[in-house]
């Protein structure tokens, strides 16, 4: 067999930064079977070159030649532009990755400690109000603009099963679900009851995980406030986005967290934060979350050795806090951070 893995860095920092999880990858590919790497375009600048920002060629080939991929980010406008949308929004429903899994863990000086943040954050990935069916009318008022946020049993029931599932899998197993359903009582009513529903279609397999709830707002409070309250954190898709940039604020940076998107047979890797226009080109990118995107790809595709190697491997890089980016208060480049991680990876 052989492990044929697609890159798309698309633009910005995610060029910077895919090939340090490429080197990563690489480091340890005598755990791993023969790699091959294929490179695949997607992003704004592919559109503004080609007029599609998600060619069908890369679709394609992720689909017949590819059994994973990483993802670097794109740089989406906030205005709206004709023709223009989100490739990798597209990709998580082309491929049906239902499942985007990031998970927040500090590190410090004191390995001996249990991390003091140590949470997963388990995002639902394909509905909410990321279908984006958006309406603009002008009425006598003024203009009225109108989104639809769908919720289905289905993806809210396959999203808490994996949330289940990796809650049992830890040491606390301790499942949060995220909601607003004091106000949005239908939509996240739904997505609150078919999550609770999985133990019971489940034959008392999750009979051990410890069921909490939480509104979205109060969860933010709480998450500043008193993060290790949290072990696994189920939300649906805009939540679950907001609520995984709060909690890399916790332990330092976007530049460290890394995300699957994973579906029940395609997993793509993705550095949480996004193309990062205000240092892109400069070197400086914290290339962590990419490598970290990798071992967790490995991990899901069942590569653990390789993948703990990778990890241990950064966590010797973040503890003695010595060759950093900027974004975490070092003065490295991306090139220094990523040699550092390679160098302490070769001796494992
Ligand atoms: P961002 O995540 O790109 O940047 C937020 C802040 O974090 C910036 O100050 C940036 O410099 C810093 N940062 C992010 N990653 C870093 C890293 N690896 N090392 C050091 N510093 C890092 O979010 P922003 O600015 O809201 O969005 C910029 C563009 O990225 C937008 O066009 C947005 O649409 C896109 N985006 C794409 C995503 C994706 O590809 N999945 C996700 C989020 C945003
Ligand atoms: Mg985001």
Same mark, same amino acid.
């Given at each position: 067999?052989?492990?044929?893995?697609?890159?798309?860095?698309? &633009?910005?920092?995610?060029? =910077?930064?895919?090939?340090?999880?490429?080197?990563?990858?690489?480091?340890?590919?005598?755990?791993?079977?023969?790699?091959? *790497?294929?490179?695949?375009?997607?992003?704004?600048?592919? @559109?503004? !070159?080609?007029?599609?920002?998600?060619?069908?060629?890369?679709?394609?080939?992720?689909?017949?030649?590819?059994?994973?991929?990483? *993802? $670097?980010?794109?740089?989406?406008?906030?205005?709206?532009?004709?023709?223009?949308?989100?490739?990798?929004?597209?990709?998580?429903?082309?491929?049906?990755?239902?499942?985007?899994?990031?998970?927040?863990?500090?590190?410090?000086?004191?390995?001996?400690?249990?991390?003091?943040?140590?949470?997963?954050?388990?995002?639902?990935?394909?509905?909410?109000?990321?279908?984006?069916?958006?309406?603009?009318?002008?009425? =006598?008022?003024?203009?009225?603009?109108?989104?639809? !946020?769908?919720?289905?049993?289905?993806?809210?029931?396959?999203?808490?099963?994996?949330?289940?599932?990796?809650?049992?899998?830890?040491? !606390?197993?301790?499942?949060?679900?995220?909601?607003?359903?004091?106000?949005?009582?239908?939509?996240?009513?739904? @997505?609150?009851?078919?999550?609770?529903?999985?133990?019971?279609?489940? &034959?008392?397999?999750?009979?051990?995980? &410890?069921?909490?709830?939480?509104?979205?707002?109060?969860?933010?409070?709480?998450? *500043? !406030?008193?993060?290790?309250?949290?072990?696994?954190?189920?939300?649906?898709?805009?939540?679950?986005?907001?609520?995984?940039?709060?909690?890399?604020?916790?332990?330092?940076?976007? $530049?460290?967290?890394?995300?699957?998107?994973? $579906?029940?047979?395609?997993?793509?890797?993705?550095?949480?934060?996004?193309?990062?226009? &205000?240092?892109? $080109?400069?070197?400086?990118?914290?290339?962590?979350?990419?490598?970290?995107?990798?071992?967790?790809?490995?991990?899901?595709?069942?590569?653990?050795?390789?993948?703990?190697?990778?990890?241990?491997?950064?966590? =010797?890089?973040?503890?003695?806090?010595?060759?950093?980016?900027?974004?975490?208060?070092?003065?490295?480049?991306?090139?220094?951070?990523?040699?550092?991680?390679?160098?302490?990876?070769?001796?494992?």
């Amino acid at each position: 067999s052989s492990l044929t893995i697609g890159l798309i860095p698309a &633009d910005g920092i995610g060029r =910077e930064v895919i090939p340090a999880a490429k080197e990563a990858i690489l480091a340890v590919q005598s755990e791993l079977p023969p790699v091959k *790497f294929i490179d695949l375009l997607a992003g704004w600048d592919t @559109f503004t !070159r080609t007029g599609t920002a998600l060619p069908s060629e890369t679709v394609q080939i992720l689909k017949d030649e590819c059994d994973c991929a990483l *993802f $670097g980010s794109v740089s989406s406008p906030s205005r709206k532009v004709a023709g223009y949308s989100s490739p990798i929004v597209a990709l998580r429903k082309e491929l049906d990755l239902y499942a985007n899994i990031r998970p927040v863990v500090s590190v410090s000086a004191d390995t001996t400690a249990p991390p003091a943040v140590d949470l997963i954050v388990v995002r639902e990935n394909t509905e909410c109000l990321y279908v984006k069916e958006e309406t603009l009318t002008q009425t =006598e008022r003024g203009k009225e603009a109108r989104a639809t !946020r769908l919720i289905t049993e289905r993806a809210s029931t396959r999203i808490g099963k994996i949330a289940f599932e990796l809650a049992k899998a830890r040491p !606390r197993k301790l499942l949060h679900i995220i909601h607003k359903s004091n106000v949005l009582s239908v939509t996240d009513g739904l @997505f609150r009851e078919s999550v609770r529903a999985v133990p019971a279609a489940s &034959d008392g397999q999750f009979d051990q995980v &410890d069921i909490q709830e939480q509104l979205v707002d109060s969860a933010v409070y709480r998450l *500043f !406030r008193e993060p290790e309250i949290f072990d696994v954190m189920v939300a649906p898709n805009l939540y679950g986005d907001i609520i995984s940039d709060a909690a890399a604020a916790l332990v330092g940076s976007l $530049g460290v967290i890394p995300s699957i998107n994973a $579906g029940d047979d395609f997993v793509m890797g993705e550095p949480v934060h996004g193309s990062a226009p &205000d240092i892109a $080109g400069k070197g400086i990118a914290n290339p962590i979350a990419s490598i970290r995107s990798a071992a967790l790809m490995l991990r899901h595709l069942g590569y653990t050795s390789p993948a703990d190697k990778i990890d241990e491997a950064v966590n =010797e890089t973040l503890a003695p806090a010595q060759v950093l980016t900027a974004d975490l208060g070092g003065k490295s480049s991306t090139s220094q951070v990523t040699a550092h991680v390679m160098g302490l990876l070769q001796k494992k």
